[in-house]
């Protein structure tokens, strides 16, 4: 469809879009979702599980859906998960201590209860695949790992984002809070330019993109 919409069986939204607003008043970023905090806000819920390989067949339960908040200024990107503990009062697993540490045996955050968000700023999604992705894992205990990966690097551990994220959680929820500089995107195949020679990030983002 011309119009992409948010209603209907998963799989006929095939491309939906979530349209981030400029706030007037940048969200402290401490994990803690303070009242009017995100009123500027997208808001952005109804996840469903990837049960395998982005096949996609039942959509999470109230106890476990996922609600996401994100807005932007002229330095930042900045997200908000909301997460329930389910159930309720139980602890979440966070081994991962250190930084950039993902796939160690004992302590790679990769085997926590973690956040994976992926970036790739670029409007078109098949140049995007391969241009890269930026990502950031965050575990409960608010260890960070941010790294980039393109199908000409592979994994590139050297990227740092200089991100301000907060991780706190409590026996209902786990709010996870981004403020991501809009300069790191800048970095990769996102620092080169197009066919016509223009940035393929340009920065500050352009009204309406």
Wanted: one cysteine or more; proline letters at 8%; glycine letters at 8%.
């Amino acid at each position: 469809v011309e119009n992409p919409t948010s209603y209907g069986e998963a799989a006929r939204v095939d491309t939906p879009v979530l349209r981030i607003p400029f706030m007037q008043t940048p969200p402290t970023i401490d994990g803690v979702m303070t009242s009017g905090e995100w009123d500027d806000s997208s808001a952005l819920s109804g996840f469903w599980y990837d049960y395998e390989n982005a096949d996609f067949r039942f959509m999470a339960p109230p106890q476990t859906q996922l609600q996401l908040y994100s807005g932007f200024d002229k330095e930042h990107l900045y997200f908000c998960y909301s997460s329930p503990v389910y159930h309720e009062d139980s602890w979440l697993k966070a081994n991962g201590r250190f930084p950039d540490v993902l796939n160690h045996p004992l302590y790679g955050m990769l085997w926590d209860d973690h956040h994976e968000l992926e970036l790739r700023p670029y409007d078109d999604i098949a140049k995007g695949f391969k241009l890269g992705l930026l990502r950031w894992d965050v575990n409960p205990i608010g260890t960070v790992a941010d790294w980039y990966w393109s199908q000409k690097t592979g994994h590139d551990w050297k990227w740092t984002s200089k991100a301000t994220i907060r991780s706190l959680a409590d026996g209902q929820r786990w709010i996870v809070e981004y403020a991501i500089p809009l300069s790191s995107l800048v970095y990769g195949g996102y620092a080169a330019k197009d066919d016509k020679g223009q940035p393929i990030v340009t920065l500050p983002p352009p009204d309406g993109t």
